[in-house]
């Protein structure tokens, strides 16, 4: 099986998640599913790819919220033999002074064209290992920060040693993300000159070299969201891996930064839209960041009705997603609205059996999904209670939610509680549900089953955003706050809605304008106009989809990131 991916040169994609199936539990939100259709992308353009990542057999975590709305964490195992084959090849890294084995397991990702591309789960759970290091790559996001350092250090340095093991010839490495840049330390290593060839003054490592190898993805507008290691803690779990004052010129002087080890050893560096592009060019000054907008896979998350409608109306759609600008002239309204009715349907099914609430065919849903942490300001649309149950009265709606916190992160999970309260505070105004464990097969539902997407992150801390991409493959419009994607996707009441402008001043402002939004323009379109709210579901269709894809994506990466 694994033969036929060895012959020719292959870009490995590092990622510490990756959502290859709903049941596979290697990922936890946004970054992993973002690498899923990276790969999927690229299996249909076949683009010779091999991504590597943890097998994180614990998963990230079952979601169950209590009788008091809290969130609950349960383990959310998954068996690799059930979906992977295991390799023979086993190589070694060195961590606490310990050798610790990593083996690893193939998943073929099949594309929904002919393509494959090989996965490599990287596993830690071996005989030969002691009991804690079997459990290294157990958890996804798991643990203290020298768990966090072990699991990065198994997927940068084993990861590059497994490809090797298994005779992969790669061209360059493209790190998704800053959790596996020490494999660029392995690769200093590799390229280390002997002592007979430096000069004085000389480092003793052929960076250039390195840096040609390397492509790197930030994703993180926000300081504190790049990851940090004392060098104390590396010293004792990495040891000497590569020259001390070496590693701080490249990593930061105060502590290691995954993120800035990353810049000073890619030589092309890309934020994932055009607004995060410049802050990280704020972040990081002097290096070069282009941007390169996320896009989402679209036969994934595109309902089977709309599948349906556009294999019938634009055959080729899915390989050539640029097709669907003809959506606006080429699908007939009652075509559109009838796919959209199946889509809610089946949405209003699922929050009928998972969460006992009824929801009518015949009033908007509004949609709010994501991971649930502070700036993501999931408590924004119910900021004035008073007001919200006043439109509700003028302009029936419904609202459904969803979403997980990090164990870790207490306001998050607070924030799921005070939603839970608002759920049965607006009850008897407000249909409202809260759909538990958000995966993707509930993700698929949601952003294809309401009538309107909402998204209200604080600007500009949402780098990207491919929730909406997702909901306008289904004709869902999406109602945003200016950040991430939606500067560039927004066309104001064209392809959805804006939320405030795209000022950061505006945060301040932004309950008041979406209250507006709604009760003014996005409500009333919807009760009174069903002609000029199917034109907004074809401009999300025909404008956003259209362009805001993963094929699109990866032809950028393999035009300007890979051939180079």
């Known amino acids: 099986m694994l033969d036929e991916f060895l012959h020719g040169p292959r870009i490995a994609y590092f990622s510490m998640e990756i959502a290859l199936h709903s049941d596979i539990r290697t990922y936890s939100g946004g970054l992993g599913i973002l690498a899923g259709d990276t790969l999927r992308s690229a299996a249909d353009l076949e683009i010779p790819l091999v991504a590597v990542t943890l097998v994180s057999r614990e998963g990230y975590f079952r979601q169950e919220i209590d009788a008091r709305g809290r969130q609950v964490e349960h383990p959310d195992s998954w068996q690799p033999q059930e979906w992977a084959t295991s390799l023979g090849a086993k190589v070694a890294v060195t961590i606490e002074g310990r050798t610790v084995w990593i083996g690893c397991w193939l998943y073929v990702l099949k594309g929904h064209m002919n393509g494959r591309q090989p996965i490599l789960l990287l596993d830690t759970d071996l005989d030969e290992n002691d009991p804690g290091d079997r459990q290294i790559t157990h958890h996804l996001y798991g643990g203290d920060d020298a768990y966090r350092l072990k699991q990065e250090i198994v997927l940068g340095i084993g990861g590059i040693r497994i490809l090797q093991a298994l005779g992969f010839e790669i061209r360059e490495y493209h790190m998704n993300e800053g959790h596996s840049a ?45 990851d940090k290691f004392g060098y104390d803690l590396v010293q004792r779990i990495l040891g000497d891996f590569v020259d001390l004052t070496t590693l ?23 934020g994932v839209a055009k607004r995060h592009a410049e802050i990280s060019r704020q972040m990081f000054p002097g290096y070069r960041v282009h941007a390169v907008t996320n896009g989402v896979h679209p036969y994934t998350w595109t309902a089977k009705s709309f599948v349906t409608l556009y294999n019938r109306h634009l055959p080729g759609w899915c390989h050539e997603p640029e097709l669907l600008v003809r959506a606006e002239c080429c699908i007939a309204d009652a075509a559109i609205w009838e796919a959209h ?94 759909v538990p464990n958000y995966d993707m097969d509930v993700a698929l539902q949601m952003v294809s089953g309401v009538d309107v997407w909402v998204n209200t992150p604080l600007r500009p801390q949402e780098a990207s955003g491919t929730s909406g991409m997702k909901a306008a493959f289904n004709g869902v419009p999406s109602l945003s706050v200016l950040d991430g994607w939606w500067i560039e996707g927004c066309i104001e009441g064209i392809t959805g809605w804006a939320i405030g402008d795209k000022a950061e001043a505006a945060n301040g402002g932004d309950a008041q304008a979406l209250y507006d939004k709604l009760e003014q323009v996005v409500l009333p379109l919807y009760h009174q106009s069903r002609s000029g709210w199917i034109a907004v579901m074809k401009g999300a269709i025909s404008k956003n989809a259209s362009f805001f894809n993963s094929h699109r994506m990866m032809r950028r990466y393999a035009a300007e990131a890979y051939i180079r």
């Open 182 to 226: 020490l494999l660029a330390l392995e690769l200093l290593r590799r390229y280390a000159y002997t002592e007979e060839d430096i000069r004085p003054g000389e480092s003793l490592y052929d960076i250039p070299r390195v840096r040609d190898l390397c492509v790197f993805t930030t994703h993180t507008p926000v300081e504190a969201g790049h």
């Open 341 to 434: 009715e199946q889509a809610k349907a089946a949405l209003i099914e699922t929050v009928r059996t998972r969460c006992g609430i009824e929801l009518k065919g015949d009033l908007p849903i509004l949609g709010f999904a994501r991971r649930m942490t502070a700036y993501k300001r999931p408590d924004l649309l119910f900021s004035d209670l008073v007001r919200l149950k006043a439109i509700a009265r003028q302009w029936p709606l419904q609202i459904v939610l969803a979403g997980k916190s990090h164990p870790r992160d207490a306001a998050g999970k607070q924030l799921i509680e005070l939603l839970h309260r608002h759920v049965w505070e607006l009850s008897a105004a407000i249909p409202l549900a809260f």
């Open 248 to 270: 701080k010129r490249l990593a930061g002087e105060a502590q290691l930064n995954m993120t800035r080890l990353a810049l000073n050893l890619s030589e092309y560096v890309n």
